[in-house]
């Protein structure tokens, strides 16, 4: 069955500072990539997907994510980022059967 | 359009108590599914529905049970409530799976099971 491995719990970094969130899939065959993020007492919402073509994903906010098939990897960036980017991001998995990392909690300082 | 509705958005059962949680939405979503989410787990699919009257198992169905019986509906059913189900539930809906589109999110629902 699929996986999903978010390594980092917790990430803090610093306003306008860089950001690299990293994800790393188990699937048979060829994976159908997201990233989701959830503001506190929010529900989820899509940031951005990959099902096949460029290996370079841009979704909103300005995020962006790459697909490294030889890596099984599908990272999640930003450049600058914002104090509204807070948040826990979750890294997803799958079709029908669709399964979510364990997430990555977003702490950013002023 | 209200989306994903889920009632209700708290809830206190004691155990071996049964309740079913409710999930409707109006955008003619023939794919939807539920979640449950802890702490340090993220969220772990339950039960998922490809279409009315087709539902299947996900990564955690053992004390739930779904039924589809109209393609707005996908409510969840807690037989006999345990303290381990106490968690967040989701449900959620996309036009055709996970493929091509995007989940359509509800707000949650917070059940403590005592």
């Known amino acids: 069955a699929q996986s999903v491995t978010q390594p980092d719990i917790h990430i803090t970094v610093s306003e306008g500072a860089s950001l690299e969130l990293r994800c790393n899939y188990s699937?048979?065959?060829?994976?159908?990539l997201f990233w989701y993020v959830q503001s506190p007492g929010q529900g989820l919402q899509l940031l951005l997907k990959?099902?096949?073509?460029?290996?370079l994903v841009q979704g909103i906010k300005g995020f962006e994510a790459e697909f490294k098939r030889s890596q099984s990897s599908f990272n999640l960036r930003k450049p600058s980022v914002h104090w509204s980017d807070a948040a826990e991001y979750f890294c997803?998995?799958?079709?029908?059967?669709?399964?979510f990392g364990a997430g990555t909690r977003l702490t950013v300082k002023p | 359009n209200a989306g994903v509705t889920q009632t209700p958005k708290f809830q206190v059962l004691k155990t071996g108590q049964s309740m079913t949680l409710q999930c409707a939405q109006d955008?003619?979503?023939?794919?939807m599914s539920w979640y449950r989410q802890d702490p340090g787990m993220g969220l772990r699919l339950i039960h998922y529905?490809?279409?009315?009257?087709?539902?299947d198992q996900g990564e955690v169905p053992n004390g739930y049970n779904v039924s589809r019986s109209t393609t707005e509906d996908f409510p969840l059913r807690l037989l006999s409530a345990a303290p381990s189900q106490t968690s967040v539930y989701f449900c959620?809906?996309?036009?055709?799976?996970?493929?091509?589109?995007?989940?359509?999110f509800g707000s949650g629902t917070q059940l403590s099971v005592l």
């Open positions: 959620a809906s996309s036009y055709q799976g996970a493929l091509g589109e995007k989940l359509f």
């Open positions: 699937y048979g065959a060829t994976p159908y």
């Open positions: 990959y099902f096949s073509g460029d290996t």
């Open positions: 997803a998995v799958g079709e029908n059967d669709m399964r």
């Open positions: 955008m003619n979503h023939e794919y």
């Open positions: 529905s490809v279409g009315a009257g087709i539902t």
